[in-house]
């Protein structure tokens, strides 16, 4: 077998079949499940943990991690099986973190992977959508109409409010793109200097260094930075400490970007803030943690990116992706871009 192989999750490939076949470069899919490793004919070609079946040629070039794989639980053996010939050389994530060990493994094998910017559009509509239910109030509103009260409740308007976007990649720009037409004022925060995109995108921009100074100014902060040694426990006390009296403290990022531990302490003091978590750094979130009932939190279940356009994109993504790496390019959104 002399054509390039991508192995990919089987329960993907009938969706992608006709484009695959489409690529101009003979490639071979290779069907990855828990059973092993087979040719789309069903022709077996690795057993599950990646070693080949018999004499069957298995040398993927490139592979595919579709969210079905994660939802699946199936991360970590795919990964093995990847890598156990030793010829893997790109692999397309569907997630923008790659924080995950399986990930990491990957890196270390030296293989180039690549995130996706499909939960983008969804992970910054999510965001909007929390913040409008907090300013709201739509809790209260709920409460209010179950029990058959009419009382006409004042809200907070978005328009004026002054956002601070810690982290201003993929995500960070596309909140910024929603916020602003509702009359919101942008800052973003990120590691490097600003680019041309970013000072479109947003009303102002500052380094990391600079945040402390934009804490106090802020109605809304919204944590879309990646985990890295920076940012992991970024939210600490003194963080907290530095905040409006009534922010909004929004985290799409990862949960281990806030120390729960000070979160808490600073929710549990005389304020009216309330902070919006979709990620936490323990997940499931364990079930006696005290974020379930606490009535300044606002949380869901780390479902940010996934809307219902997420899949189409991803898929859409990889079948690009991979035609740039089989035509001898570099595919986009690497871990270090």
């Not at 079949?17 to 040719?39: I, M, Q, Y």
């Not at 929390?130 to 709201?136: A, I, K």
């Not at 260094?209 to 426990?233: F, K, N, Y």
């Amino acid at each position: 077998m002399n054509s390039p192989q991508v192995l990919l999750p089987a329960d993907d490939y009938a969706r992608l079949a006709d484009r695959l076949a489409a690529l101009d470069h003979n490639l071979t899919p290779l069907l990855w499940s828990r059973d092993g490793v087979c040719l789309p004919d069903g022709s077996p070609i690795a057993g599950a943990d990646g070693m080949p079946a018999g004499d069957a040629d298995y040398a993927p070039l490139a592979a595919w991690v579709s969210i079905g794989l994660l939802f699946g639980g199936n991360l970590a053996p795919f990964v093995d099986a990847a890598l156990a010939p030793g010829t893997l050389r790109w692999t397309q994530a569907c997630l923008a973190g790659t924080d995950a060990p399986p990930f990491q493994q990957l890196l270390s094998a030296g293989v180039q992977l690549s995130r996706s910017d499909a939960p983008n559009d969804a992970t910054a509509e999510h965001t909007m959508s929390l913040v409008l239910h907090t300013f709201h109030g739509w809790a209260g509103r709920i409460d209010r109409r179950r029990a058959g009260e009419w009382l006409q409740v004042p809200w907070r308007e978005v328009r004026g409010s002054r956002w601070l976007v810690i982290g201003f990649g993929s995500i960070g720009r596309k909140v910024a793109a929603l916020a602003r037409p509702f009359g919101a004022v942008v800052v973003g925060a990120r590691r490097s200097v600003a680019s041309a995109t970013d000072l479109e995108a947003a009303d102002a921009m500052v380094t990391m260094e600079s945040i402390a100074d934009e804490l106090p100014h802020a109605d809304v902060v919204v944590l879309a930075c990646p985990l890295t040694d920076e940012t992991r426990g970024l939210v600490d006390a003194e963080f907290l400490s530095a905040l409006r009296e009534d922010v909004l403290l929004v985290n799409v990022s990862r949960g281990a970007v806030i120390n729960t531990d000070d979160l808490l302490a600073w929710l549990d003091g005389d304020r009216a803030a309330t902070a919006v978590l979709d990620v936490f750094d323990v997940e499931p979130l364990p079930v006696d943690s005290p974020l379930w009932k606490h009535p300044k939190v606002v949380m869901t279940t780390h479902i940010g990116g996934a809307g219902s356009g997420m899949a189409a994109r991803n898929d859409d993504l990889f079948i690009d992706q991979l035609a740039t790496f089989l035509a001898g390019g570099t595919p986009r959104l690497g871990v270090q871009d």
